[in-house]
Structure formats: structure tokens, C-alpha cells
């Protein structure tokens, strides 16, 4: 094994205190850098204070599985998870949540150090942290959560979105029929929403904007536009992250829902399979903590997520 191999740290969860031993000791015999929990709570803490190298994982702990665990750490590492039938595992929804192996329990030293070796290695992992930071002005998120509360807070979020796109399409309006002050307006309006709700990298090219002369607004106006949408598509997917909030996907499949259709409808509606709207319902209700469609979708509402 590799000298880079040898330093990973690795995180092994699973609430069989002897399990989590075993692995370890196995793990650390091949020169990896261990640690361990065996309560969910615990390794949550865990994985959003620190950076491992790799995540072993029991598929099925006492208080919640493997998948619902990883949804709730945003920042998380590549995944091997442990079980004792590997075709209780579908990779589809695993491996969105960072999922790159399953070690089949009971598992040798042999097969475990090599799931782990090539979950590192198979792994391309981002910089979450400095990602989320270009986009967003993070204590100004935590503070709006801070003082807002989490379902306040989530509503301020969702509706701060909306505003900036109904902004940009107003400015997108006013570059097309050449009106530059009323397109100056709307970028001025869109730079202190984004002020607001910590989006550094949509204030920085909203100022930018600001800053054109009435005779270069003509001509740059729709370019700034354009900019202006995709800077605030990639804020929201950081926010979505970030604070939990539900995809478009999921907002969609609950909008659909609350409005009387069944899987199938809702399956033709938008293009996917059954199975993937039970995917998307499932994830939402993870997110907003419910269980059952109804409970799911007028959680959604009541936190303004639709």
C-alpha cells in the first residue's frame, strides 16, 4: 500500500461495538489512520467536524439506516457500506449519497482494506467548504438560520430564490427592449437580496453590473444576465446542500402530489420512472423528518418548500 494509502483516515460507524472493533483493528493493521462510533448521533457529529478519508459504514443501525445517516452530513466522505446481503443495497440511491463500495459482512481483512483502497482512490472528491464559499457568504447563512429558526429560516431561503428569479427575468424583459435605467433597477433590487441571503458570488457580479455605463449597458446587459441565472442555479444547489432544502425534484413531485396525482401521473408529468418518484418522496420526507404523503407534503408547506 501506498505511503498516501497508509496516512488516509478512515471512519468506521456501527452501533455492534465488536463489529466496529473488528474493522478497526483490521483497518489500523494496514496502516490506516481509524476512528469509530457506534451511535448515529455520535458519528453525525463526527462526519461534519472532521475530514476522513473514507467512511465504513453498517448499512442497518439501531436508530436509522445507513442512507438516511448520510443524508443529513451534507459534507461527506467516499462510502463503503457493510451488510450482510449485499442485494439489500440499491447503488442508484446509494451512490448519490457518496456510496462507492459494499463489503458483504461477514467480511475478511483482505476484502476490507481493498474496498477501502479503491474507494479512495475511485473517490474524486471536492472541496466542499471552498466550493460552497464562492457561492455563498456562509455567516450570513448561518445567521439568517440563527435568528429566523429552521422553518422560518427555510422560508426566507425558498422565497429569496424566487425573488432574485423574478429579477433576473425582469432584467432579462428590460436588456431586451432596451431600457437601461429599468434594467439597472432590477439588478440594484437583485443585489441586495443576494446581500441578504448570502450569496456572495451573485452581490459580487450584480455589482459588477452596477458599475457599466448607460452607453455599455446595451450591449452587455443580456450577457450579464445570463450570468446572473447561472450563478443563482449554482447558489441554490449550495443552499440545497448546505441547509437541506429540497431539490427542484422533489419540490416538483410534492407541488403534484398536493394536487391529487398518483405515482404513475406524476411519473408521465415529469419524465422519470415510478421508482423515481418514490425515490424523490422519500428523500423529501427524510429531509423534512415525516413519514406519508400527506404528512411529507403539508410539512413542505408549512416550510414554505412548496
Known sequence: MSSRARAASIFVVDDQASTAYLARMMLE?????????????????KIKASRFDALLLDLHLADMSALELLRQCPLRPPTVLTTGSVAEVSMDEAGSLGVVEVVRKPFTAVALVASINRAISRARRPEPADEASIYLDMPVVAEVRNVAGRIAGDRFVR??????EQLIDQAGHASKTMQSALWLEHVQALSGIAATMGARALKRAADDALNLKLSEIPARAAEYVDRFKDLLAKTAEQLVAVDNLLSERERACLKLIAQGLETPAIATRLGVTAKTVEYYIQKAGAKLEVRG???????AIRRGEI
Do not use: H, L, Y
Request: no cysteine.
Open 29 to 45: 493493521g494496514a496502516g490506516f489512520v481509524v476512528s469509530e462510533a457506534t451511535q448515529s448521533k455520535q458519528a453525525i457529529e
Open 159 to 164: 422565497k429569496a430564490i424566487e425573488d432574485a
Open 293 to 299: 404523503r400527506a404528512a411529507i407534503v403539508a410539512q
